[in-house]
């Protein structure tokens, strides 16, 4: 309810957007006066409402509200494949949805089949340029030994650290059987 605060009241001659149950005992111990609606469709009715519904939000706790997720789009190279692999990402809050042009699509075909997808012209010209240049087999080849040589070398890691472990625990063990008295 918008009420305009009257001459008893410390808040006299301010107008807010206040909830019924809050605005009534106001208006009944004279420290407010109603404001009647504006008619129904002009700019003040729209106005408003629009106070009222930020009034309607801010009572809401933070935790309860809903979050607004914007939609993200960005081409994407993969680091992870060899093939050097390159989508277009759609990100939506958590989810993540890839777009990839096959080998059969025309440019055009693909262009307005992410028009309707609702990807941004300039994502999809961007995308179109970076999958057109071509990539040299051999830097190709050069990636995936790269790739194996790390992939390697963290498992060896990982191993040692299992191994290590095992036999921190096994030699602790035996370490305690034997001073245990008996």
């Known amino acids: 309810m918008k009420v305009r605060f009257v001459a008893p009241s410390p808040k006299a001659g301010t107008i807010e957007h206040l909830e019924p149950h809050r605005a009534q005992p106001l208006i009944d111990a004279g420290f407010a006066e109603l404001i009647p609606p504006a008619k129904r469709g002009t700019n003040e009715w729209l106005k408003d409402m629009a106070d009222q519904e930020a009034l309607r939000v801010a009572t809401i706790p933070q935790c309860e509200r809903e979050i607004l997720h914007v939609d993200r789009w960005e081409v994407s190279q993969s680091t992870r494949r060899d093939d050097g692999n390159i989508t277009i990402v759609l990100t939506q809050g958590a989810t993540k949805f890839y777009f990839v042009k096959g080998a059969h699509i025309s440019d055009k075909d693909f262009k ?57 625990l096994v030699g602790k063990a035996a370490s305690i059987s034997q001073e245990r008295p008996r």
């Open 112 to 168: 307005r089949q992410m028009d309707i997808a609702g990807c941004p012209a300039n994502i999809v010209d961007h995308y179109l340029r970076v999958l057109s240049e071509k990539v040299d087999p051999e830097i190709l080849a050069e990636r995936r030994v790269q790739q194996f040589n790390r992939d390697y070398a963290a498992a060896k890691a990982q191993n040692a650290r299992e191994n290590g472990a095992a036999y921190a």
